[in-house]
């Protein structure tokens, strides 16, 4: 059973081809070929995901994450950090006896 359409899913495809690509961009033609789909569709793509912030075009032309898709990763890592920092001060406590 399918559960995800088929445009939601080629979204995330967009998204998740842009990876790696942040400074430099990566372009239209390019996400295409890497997801098997066509321009056109990357490009219905790419315009959902500027408008709702995750993806920007630079100036050069190519589509990079955005600001805000760096922010999302940025807290996820602060908050890996954060549990980890947790559980370093439980081991301490543990073994500190």
Do not use: W
Request: charged share 20%.
């Amino acid at each position: 059973m399918k559960t995800t359409s088929t445009s939601g899913s080629r979204i995330l495809k967009v998204l998740k081809a842009v990876k790696g690509y942040t400074l430099t961009g990566i372009s239209n033609s390019a996400i295409a070929e890497g997801i098997d789909d066509s321009p056109s569709n990357v490009s219905r793509a790419l315009s959902v995901l500027i408008e709702e912030g995750l993806v920007i075009k630079l100036d050069n032309g190519l589509f990079a994450h955005s600001i805000e898709m760096l922010r999302i990763a940025q807290a996820h890592v602060q908050h890996i950090n954060n549990i980890q920092d947790r559980i370093t001060e439980t081991h301490q406590r543990i073994f500190s006896k």
